[in-house]
């Protein structure tokens, strides 16, 4: 790949806003967590909703997802830009369990780590995932979903934090 195109979908990427996501597991192959922008639903038919999370190859949470067979997808509130920071190693934490020890959390239906306070947790039970290059896309059946009082998602969008605000109605 041209590294001028790679500069260019970078840059074009960051100027599309989207929400934050920490996607954890646990189980045999241990608890981990990470942040992820990519996080996206699939379907709210079939059997139970479904939704898809993309994460690095090379991430050890991909892999404990693998062997785990669940995850809970955890959407971040609007003031948890800490959280963030936390999972996607931005703070010096050592080893990705200490993480948990750092934020309060909650096992859910499944046992997976609902993270307090986010704005949503999906507990997911592992249905399929495909290798591209160089993420997982990782597809989870929805078995339960815990919402906060309060819907505002943290967004991630031109290199920073932001916060969605409500366009006045046009005249």
Known sequence: MKPELRM???????RAATFVAVVTTDGEAGRFGVTISSLTSVSADGDHPSLLACLHHQSPVAGAILRNRAFCANLLHEDQ????????????????SARFDRTSWTPGELGQPNLVGATASFQCRFATSMLWETHHIVVGNVVSVELSDNAGALLYGQRAYRRAVQLSAAK
Not at 8 to 14: G, I, N, V
Not at 81 to 96: C, E, N, P, T
């Open 8 to 14: 260019q979908f970078l840059e074009a990427m960051s």
């Open 81 to 96: 830009h800490d959280v963030s920071d936390l999972f996607a190693g931005r703070m010096a934490d050592g080893q990705h």
